[in-house]
């Protein structure tokens, strides 16, 4: 999901068992009892997710792996570097999913913001020379308001084969890091 906008209309996922209560209202929480669907892999200080939407195919986000983190600094000096080293892992996984997928792939954007979702995070964005003209060179966060919400973009079943290429190659940089 990108934590920061609204969810998309009907995204995947259900109630969890052991709360009854839907994923998304505790993304940390849920990925630590092992409940949230979007989870990719555990990292060393947090979890790679596939965002709740996909209109830049294979973003992600990395979520840190404790609610109760705000912001980078929160975090000792040894947990900061795993999450950025995770941050940069997951990006590069990204990059290299995107790059054999789409010939019009032309970069990986990185940001922690927090705007909305207080939980620490970061957000993994691919982009590609397709995108508008007006936007490619602009942050994401001016891409129409109405694709954040187009079932048209909702992470599903057809996106299987993105969410497993980029888990692979998290297991692939995992063991060369």
Not at 1 to 17: E, F, K, N
């Given at each position: 999901?990108?934590?920061?906008?609204?969810?998309?209309?009907?995204?995947?996922?259900?109630?969890?068992?052991a709360t009854g209560t839907d994923w998304r209202t505790d993304r940390i929480g849920s990925a630590l009892r092992g409940e949230n669907p979007t989870v990719l892999r555990r990292l060393t200080a947090g979890f790679a997710v596939i965002g709740d939407v996909q209109f830049l195919p294979g973003y992600s986000v990395l979520l840190v792996d404790n609610p109760r983190v705000e912001r980078l600094s929160d975090l000792p000096q040894s947990r900061?570097?795993?999450?950025?080293?995770?941050?940069?892992?997951?990006?590069?996984?990204?990059?290299?999913?995107?790059?054999?997928?789409?010939?019009?792939?032309?970069?990986?954007?990185?940001?922690?913001?927090?705007?909305t979702d207080s939980f620490?995070?970061?957000?993994?964005?691919?982009?590609?020379?397709?995108?508008?003209?007006?936007?490619?060179k602009g942050p994401v966060w001016l891409h129409p308001?109405?694709?954040w919400a187009d079932a048209a973009y909702a992470l599903g079943p057809r996106h299987d084969p993105l969410r497993e290429a980029v888990g692979a190659e998290l297991d692939r940089l995992g063991s060369t890091h």
């Open positions: 999901m990108a934590p920061d906008t609204p969810p998309p209309p009907d995204p995947p996922g259900s109630p969890t068992p900061r570097l795993a999450f950025l080293s995770d941050m940069d892992r997951l990006g590069e996984a990204v990059e290299r999913v995107s790059r054999a997928r789409d010939a019009a792939f032309r970069r990986v954007n990185l940001e922690i913001l927090g705007n620490l995070h970061a957000h993994v964005w691919p982009r590609f020379d397709w995108e508008p003209a007006e936007l490619v308001r109405t694709k």
